[in-house]
């Protein structure tokens, strides 16, 4: 729907905090300042609804919010960039409300229309403050707050907490100006500690070991008749879910993120015929005591392989997960400079892109009451489940499935995915395969050989060139394609056996590093294909002029 004007009031929400400062970023702060601005799907900008009670007044909206602002320091932080950018704190200052009346519209595509349209306003993070706030009214009594945050102030995590906290404050909590606890300036000093950069050493060295084993690409599929290019996303609404989620959890012991990551990456690695595989969850990062409450951008990727054993059951699943999972998320705290120098060290050693294409995200809003009051039967609960559009995001991702959280009575999970592999048609029905697999596995045995049965979720059918390589699915088609293009169109033939692939190309002024080179610079588009282990270089009477594998760590003869 079209955003009419509807501002009706513009009120200064004024702070002042216990300090000020300045120095060096966080590592969550540099990473998201490297990208701030160039994705162009409005990712910059975190959105956080807060429903208000018909007595709050906007006078009490604005008290609260100076209290949060004041206590939290990401939000009243400017930002110096130079080649080594620099936060700063600001002591005092004031962040703009805008009052919207909504004028009698239907509350919820009124708020999703002001949204939409503020989410691609950019925020300026030199001379401006990451956070602006909307108070929509009906009939001038204020109904709901919105927080919006760039997103190099707060990441998922954050923002749930000052929304949290927000509500606290209405209801009446009197302690939040007191604490100040663990704030960005803090987290960059223990960052650069001796303690902070052995960590971020050892999370290079895992993610150097683990990416010479996963495969490069979960979704290296062929063509789908009904594909397009373009992305989707799709928002469950399920009781069911949440009543399968706390039989589980229950008796497994795993958190309730960890179930839904496990069924995730089962039906995953059974659609892909990927049973050895691996799935990117975001980690928030909040283990210590000290920044369970930290607001400020700490998220990063933690890289989750996974096996899938036919006579496993879900249950062994969710537990192999939790468990691997743990053991990743120590090591999701980088610097993505040198974790993509890493990433890029081992792609020209091993022949492959990391297509980081299979993501799982957790936005932390799962309630300490989590699925106390889900139905009893979750069968019976299926008839219930609701799915919705989400807006329109361009992601650099596949298949991401988000668990929006798990309230007392239901759980909302979405899935946004790339058109073209997972066309539109079957994103509910992945949906409703997750949901199957939770409650068929909350209510008896499923084993991973059954999985498809009880989802309805098949293997996708490859045809006869397509072969397993180093872990990883590869269409030698495409393989001869991107040698190809590598070589300016020469002919190319390759052959793939003892999962070695081989290209014999007929172009005399070729050289196996180059060609390596240039094969390895058009992978990212082409899921499908690997750089040849050896590169075999003749003439056109095919008379062998050079032969080597191109990477730093080979021979050429």
Known sequence: MA???????????RFRGARGGSGPVTLGQRNVL?????????????????????????????????VLVARH??????????????????????????????????????????VYQQLGVPFDVVNGLPLRVLVITQGDVPAVVVLLFCHVAVDAAGAAIVGEQLRALLAGRDDLAEE????????????????????????????????????????????????HPGNLERRMVSTAAASALRTIVGRTGASHSSVVLAASAALLGVRTATPDGVIVSICGNRFRSAWREYVGPLAQDALVPFTLDENATFDDVVRQVQTTTINAYRYAQFDSVELWEVIDAVSRERGTYFHRDAVFNDLGATTASAAVNAPEDPVAALADTTIEPMPDRTLPTAFLLTLGGVSDTAADIRLHVDTSRFPADEVDSVLLSLERLLVTAATGQVRVRDIGAVTGVAPVVRDEPWQRVDSSWVDPREVIAAVAEAAGGAPVEVEVEDDRITARVADPDASPDALHAAVLAGLASRPGAMAPHDYVIHDIQGHVLRVGSGRPTGADD
């Open 180 to 227: 100040r606890g663990h704030q960005p300036l803090d987290q960059a000093e223990w960052e650069q500690s001796e303690v902070g950069r052995r960590r971020t050493r050892s999370a290079l060295k895992y993610w150097d070991t683990r990416l010479r084993q996963v495969p490069q690409a979960m979704c290296a599929l062929p063509p789908h008749p009904a594909g």
């Open 73 to 114: 320091e990401a939000l009243r932080t400017t930002f110096v960039l130079e080649d080594e950018p620099t936060q700063r704190v600001l002591v005092e200052g004031e962040v703009e409300l805008q009052v919207h009346e909504a004028a009698g519209e239907d509350l919820v595509p009124f708020i999703g229309a002001l």
């Open 34 to 66: 490297r990208w701030l601005g160039t994705d162009g799907d409005r990712s910059d900008v975190l959105p956080v609804f807060v429903e208000l009670a018909p007595e709050h007044t906007v006078a009490e909206v604005v008290g609260a919010l100076g």
């Open 3 to 13: 955003v009419r004007q509807s501002v009706v009031a513009t009120l200064p929400v």
